[in-house]
């Protein structure tokens, strides 16, 4: 008995100088619905919205985006403005204030908009984020200027 080895990779297909287009490679392990003896098949739909089983959970197993995903990307952008993450140098970006507030405030836009349709989970994650980022903010719009010391009385 001989077994055919599944390729969980992409394939890369070259389609340059081809007349004919040919149909696209069925991915495994995904089904094409819509399929009828004279109708092509058709790619399952997009619509962003995911089943119960894998609402909330890691990604779905064909590569969705969550919403989670998109507040994680808003976080990180917001902490690299803020000068809080470092490169693979081990070097700190510069600290660009305008641009943390702008991903700050629309973390706030996001939460406003989507009160009450979240999961516990993604509610979480926004109001913690959110408030962790506003008070590094306001930290280092109010800290001590560069030319003080940090542990004394500027006075």
């Known amino acids: 008995m001989t077994e055919e080895k599944e390729d969980k990779g992409f394939k890369v297909i070259d389609r340059r100088g081809q007349e004919e287009p ?50 994680q990307s808003l976080q990180m952008g917001a902490m690299v403005g803020l000068g809080l993450l470092q490169g693979p140098d081990g070097k700190r970006p510069p600290v660009d204030l305008p641009a943390a507030k702008d991903a700050i405030d629309l973390l706030g836009i996001l939460q406003e908009k989507t009160k009450g349709n979240l999961t516990k989970e993604e509610e979480e994650v926004l109001r913690e984020g959110l408030y962790h980022l506003r008070m590094g903010y306001m930290g280092m719009i109010n800290g001590p200027p560069a030319g003080r010391g940090k542990g004394g009385d500027p006075r």
């Open 22 to 71: 040919s149909p696209p490679p069925q991915t495994p392990g995904v089904p094409l619905v819509g399929a009828t003896e004279g109708n092509p098949p058709s790619p399952p739909p997009m619509g962003g919205h995911e089943s119960e089983a894998t609402e909330g959970k890691g990604p779905s197993s064909l590569g969705v985006p969550r919403f989670l995903d998109l507040v």
